[in-house]
C-alpha cells in the first residue's frame, strides 16, 4: 500500500459487490449486477443510475447532476451549476466539456494518452505496456492499474512508478 495525503485506494474485490475508495470521507461504489445503478456512500451520497432503459445516468446529490446518455444525440449533458456538457462526436478527436474553465478531452487513438485542457491541464497517459495511468497536474495523480493487486492506488501529491 502506498501512503498519500489524503490517500484513495480504489478496491477491486471480485468477491464484493462493491469498490471501496478509501479518503475523507470514505466513498464506497456498489457494483451490484444485479441492481440498475451504483451507489457512493459520501457527504452527501451520490447514487449513480445504471438504468439501460433510460437515455441517461443520474447523480442524486446537492445539486443533482444528470448525465445524458442519448445515442441519438453527440454529446452527453451534465445538469448542473454550472452546466457541463461533454461532447461525443465520434468524428472529432477529442471530448468538449463546456464550464468554467473549459475541459477538453482528446480521444486520439493514435497517441497513448488523452489531454484535458484545464487549468491546470491534466494528461492521461494510456499505455498499455504499464501498469497505470498517469495524469498530469498539480498535483500530480498516478492511477496504479496492477492486474495481480487487488486495488488501484491513486497517488497524491507524490507519484511512484511501479513498474
Known amino acids: 500500500m502506498l501512503e498519500s495525503f489524503p490517500a484513495l485506494l480504489i478496491l477491486c474485490d471480485p468477491s464484493a459487490p462493491y469498490t471501496m475508495l478509501e479518503s475523507s470521507p470514505a466513498l464506497l461504489i456498489l457494483c451490484d449486477p444485479s441492481a440498475p445503478y451504483t451507489m457512493l456512500e459520501s457527504s452527501p451520497a451520490l447514487l449513480i443510475l445504471c438504468d439501460p432503459s433510460a437515455p441517461y445516468t443520474m447523480l442524486e446529490s446537492s445539486p443533482t447532476l444528470l448525465i445524458l446518455c442519448d445515442p441519438s444525440a453527440p454529446y452527453t449533458m451534465l445538469e448542473s451549476s454550472p452546466t457541463l456538457l461533454i461532447l461525443c462526436d465520434p468524428s472529432a478527436p477529442y ?26 491541464a491534466l494528461l492521461i497517459l494510456c499505455d498499455p505496456s504499464a501498469p497505470y495511468t498517469m495524469l498530469e497536474s498539480s498535483p500530480t495523480l498516478l492511477i496504479l492499474c496492477d492486474p495481480s493487486a487487488p486495488y488501484t492506488m491513486l497517488e497524491f501529491p507524490c507519484v511512484v512508478n511501479l513498474v
Open 95 to 120: 471530448t468538449m466539456l463546456e464550464s468554467s474553465p473549459t475541459l477538453l478531452i482528446l480521444c486520439d487513438p493514435s497517441a497513448p494518452y488523452t489531454m484535458l485542457e484545464s487549468f491546470p
